[in-house]
Every structure is written in structure tokens, then in C-alpha cells.
Nanobody
Framework: QVQLVESGGGLVQAGGSLRLSCAASGSIFRIDNMGWYRQAPGKQRELVAT???????NYVDFAKGRFSISRDNDKKTVYLQMNTLKLEDTAVYYC????????????????WGQGTQVTVSS
């Protein structure tokens, strides 16, 4: 079994910062791309940022210059540093990872965390 567990969400004032973490555990042979998504109330889930196993990053426009994604491959953990938070950043943030387990029957699969709430107040 593979699990992704997020942490670090919470309530923060506009202009503040938060750091989200997402740790993968279980029968993991290899983790490929990892990423963060978010879903605001009444909206569809949207991409925030991704990072490859080699550390190459990609950000959507609203995240550029304010958010930073990183990973620690030894700890099987991906991070999202969020600075200069805005009211519109309020959402549930989900991590995603493409993982190849030791049971390679089905190849690499996408896994999702349970989500962590980020609320930005004025």
C-alpha cells in the first residue's frame, strides 16, 4: 500500500506564508513526478506546481514568484513553500505523486493525498 500524507495547512493572514509537506510511504520502488494541486469551494481542482525526480520544476501563472516546490528524495517528501498569500489562495491543497511500487503489475500509478486546508484571511 502506498500513502501520501499532507501537513502544514492552516489559517494565515493575507501576505503571510505557509509551508506544506507531503510524505509518501509504503511499498515504493520509485517516485517520478510529484506535484501540488488545489481546489477552492465551488471550483475544479487545478494544478499549482510539479517537480520531477531530478528537480525540474513547473509552475502555473498564479504560483510563479510566490510559491516554490521542492522535494527530498531520501525522505520521499515534497514541499510547497507559499509566500505572499492572497485571499484567493484559500483552498484545499492536494499532493500528487506518480509512484512505481515493488509490485509492478500495473506499472506506475498516480496517488493523491487526503488534502490539507489553507485559509487566507484579510
Amino acid at each position: 500500500q502506498v500513502q501520501l500524507v499532507e501537513s502544514g495547512g492552516g489559517l494565515v493572514q493575507a501576505g503571510g506564508s505557509l509551508r506544506l509537506s507531503c510524505a509518501a510511504s509504503g511499498s515504493i520502488f520509485r517516485i517520478d513526478n510529484m506535484g501540488w494541486y488545489r481546489q477552492a469551494p465551488g471550483k475544479q481542482r487545478e494544478l499549482v506546481a510539479t517537480i520531477t525526480s531530478g528537480g525540474s520544476t513547473n509552475y502555473v501563472d498564479f504560483a510563479k514568484g510566490r510559491f516554490s516546490i521542492s522535494r527530498d528524495n531520501d525522505k520521499k517528501t515534497v514541499y510547497l513553500q507559499m509566500n505572499t498569500l492572497k485571499l484567493e489562495d484559500t483552498a484545499v491543497y492536494y499532493c500528487n505523486a506518480r509512484i512505481l511500487g515493488y509490485d509492478m503489475t500495473f506499472g506506475s500509478l498516480d496517488y493523491w493525498g487526503q488534502g490539507t486546508q489553507v485559509t487566507v484571511s484579510s
